[in-house]
């Protein structure tokens, strides 16, 4: 399943379903994508380590002018 989501200024909840593998590419221009467990990052990937071997997979594109994704599990 793919999942683009694009935010020009505000924030955004992306609530995940429980055991997905997912890989998350966020890009920024001021602001910074959160992930489940607290840590967040910016322009860059992010890969759920169940993710190579699982047979359903979510790919999340996020792109944010000013703000924030926080991603939920």
Known sequence: ???EISIGAG???IKLPDG???RISCTTG???C???NGSGF???NYTSPEYA???EKIEIQVS????EAEILK
């Open 64 to 67: 944010i002018g000013a703000g």
């Open 30 to 32: 001021v602001g910074n």
């Open 11 to 13: 924030s955004a909840e």
């Open 42 to 44: 910016w322009g860059q």
């Open 34 to 36: 959160e992930l489940p």
């Open 53 to 55: 071997s699982a047979d």
């Open 20 to 22: 997905s593998a997912y």
């Open 1 to 3: 399943m793919d999942v």
